[in-house]
């Protein structure tokens, strides 16, 4: 038999590597470059840690390829763009935290893929967000276009594995 469930590889810049992961198009309102910023605070401290971006090219495309430059984060951030849902999923499966970092949110099926693999998520306390996740219980929530707080909230779930694990 076979297998036809399998998951699709890992881009090989991630592969074995700790990382954290954001899904969503590259538009203004998903806040990708509030996380690079945030990022940014955290490569200090977290040396071997990575990002991914994935999504849809959006009109932010090329501002989020120019400020990945400009922070010197090339080494460190990978994108994925227009990828397709299955390695979408895998990419979200294999994190370390999802980080949602958007200014508006409707309602982010993101969030539900990644509380359905475990992963532990970091999100900002915009739209729907605050209805489906719950402070402290199900992720940690932080304002949007807060950078600092962004990068506080990611590195007090990496740095506590037990809350890690509580959060999914």
Known sequence: DEEVSAAPPIPTAIAGRRYLVNVGTFESKKGQDVLLRAFALLRPRMPDLHLVLAGRRGPELSKIRALVRALGLTEHVVEAVDVAHPLALELIRKAEVFVLSSRQEPFGIVLLEAAH????????????????????????????????????????????????????
């Open 117 to 168: 693999f475990n992963v532990p998520i970091v999100a900002t306390r915009v739209g729907g967000v605050p209805e489906v996740l719950q402070h402290g219980h199900s992720a940690l929530l932080v304002p949007s276009d807060d950078p600092e707080a962004l990068a506080t909230a990611i590195e007090t779930v990496i740095g506590s594995p037990s809350l890690a694990s509580s959060l999914v």
